[in-house]
C-alpha cells in the first residue's frame, strides 16, 4: 500500500511562489513509480498538473507550463512542485498521484493512489 501525504500549501498573492512536496511511505522502491500532481477548484473536474515518470521523463498541463516544475528526491521518498507566477486561477486543492512503472496518465481515474490534498490559494 503506498501513502501519500501533502505539505506546502497556502495563502498567497498573484505572482508569487510555493513549493508542494509530497512524501511517499518509506519501503517503497520510489524510484519504480510514476509521480504526479492533480489539482481540482471549486465547481470543476479534477485536472492533471504535472507528471514525473519513473525513467525521469517529465510532462505539464498547457496551463502551467513554463511556471510549474515537478522534480523528486528518490533518497527522501519526496516528489516536489515549484509554482511560480502563481495566478488566482492556480486556486485548488492539488493532489499528489502515484503509478508504478507507467507512463503518463492524464486522466485521474488511471491513478490507484492519491494524498488528501493540499489546498493552494492565490490572492488577486
Known amino acids: 500500500q503506498v501513502q501519500l501525504v501533502e505539505s506546502g500549501g497556502g495563502l498567497v498573492q498573484a505572482g508569487g511562489s510555493l513549493r508542494l512536496s509530497c512524501a511517499a511511505s518509506s519501503g517503497l522502491t520510489f524510484s519504480s513509480y510514476t509521480m504526479g500532481w492533480f489539482r481540482q477548484a471549486p465547481g470543476k473536474e479534477r485536472e492533471f498538473v504535472a507528471g514525473d515518470t519513473y525513467i525521469r521523463s517529465t510532462d505539464y498541463a498547457d496551463s502551467v507550463k513554463g511556471r510549474f516544475t515537478i522534480d523528486r528526491d528518490n533518497a527522501k521518498n519526496t516528489v516536489y512542485l515549484q509554482m511560480n507566477s502563481l495566478k488566482p486561477e492556480d486556486t485548488a486543492i492539488y493532489y499528489c498521484?502515484?503509478?508504478?512503472?507507467?507512463?503518463?496518465?492524464?486522466?485521474?481515474?488511471?491513478?490507484?493512489?492519491w494524498g488528501q490534498g493540499t489546498q493552494v490559494t492565490v490572492s488577486s
Open positions: 498521484v502515484a503509478r508504478y512503472k507507467s507512463r503518463i496518465y492524464y486522466k485521474p481515474g488511471e491513478y490507484a493512489y
